[in-house]
């Protein structure tokens, strides 16, 4: 019904960068928010950061200084610029979103398959 298609993960090495790229597809009436997180080997998933259809922003521990999300609203597409990488970032990035689809009551939380960020030198 809806989707979410990650890209843009891959190997870098410390203090370089990475975009990572999340569009949604499907029969999508509105997305509420968009958002991002990860999980390391042997850790819980957590919040890198969210936006929310009008713009406002947050981020979690793990994305406050060097991550920056932004959105196009107009391509259903979230983005997360990472800089300054450190090996500490390697995780699975996983993009999470907020979709009303058209046809349906209501909205589902719908996430993304992941993409792997491996920062090492």
């Known amino acids: 019904q809806v989707q979410l298609v990650e890209s843009g993960g891959g190997l870098v090495q410390p203090g370089g960068s990475l975009r990572l790229s999340c569009a949604a597809s499907?029969?999508?009436?509105?997305?509420?928010?968009m958002a991002w997180y990860r999980q390391a080997p042997g850790k819980e998933r957590e919040l890198v950061a969210t936006m929310n259809s009008g713009g406002r922003i947050n981020y979690g521990d793990s994305g406050k200084g060097r991550f920056t999300i932004s959105r196009d609203n107009a391509k259903n597409t979230v983005y997360l610029q990472m800089n300054s990488l450190k090996p500490e970032d390697t995780a699975v990035y996983y993009c999470?979103?907020?979709?009303?689809?058209?046809?349906?009551?209501?909205?589902?939380?719908?996430w993304g398959q992941g993409t792997q960020v491996t920062v090492s030198s």
């Open positions: 999470n979103a907020d979709i009303r689809p058209r046809s349906y009551v209501g909205s589902l939380v719908t």
């Open positions: 499907g029969s999508i009436f509105s997305i509420n928010y």
